[in-house]
């Protein structure tokens, strides 16, 4: 079992940056490759961006590539996401999830890849 607290959301103007953290309890995190995923008032929850067991692979969406950057510490259990140059369209709830993975290198993109999820944190760009 593994719980994931989000933490770091918060307003912050067009441009401006933010740094969200997750939070996992238990002692084998590094066994789960990790993900960030948002929603938006009256949208579906989307894939952000991912990161492997071992921190070597990562992939982002379009929408956010060269903007935002995922990292991970296994040593804190916590893994990180570095939000640049926020726009209005990012403005979202956002979670992160663990999937349990046999690959030290896969990163994963789908919602239904990730066996736990956080309680979300907001984060509001304004214009």
Known sequence: QVQLVESGGGLVQAGGSLRLSCEASGRSFSNYAMGWFRQAPGKEREFVV???????????????????????????NTVYLQMNS???EDTALYYCAAAL??????????QNQYNYWGQGTQVTVSS
């Open 101 to 110: 993975s046999l690959s030290v290198s896969t990163v994963k993109t789908l």
């Open 50 to 76: 991912a990161i492997s067991r071992s921190g070597s692979s990562t992939y982002s969406a379009g929408s956010v590539k060269g903007r935002f950057t995922i990292s991970r510490d296994n040593a804190k």
């Open 86 to 88: 926020l726009r209005p």
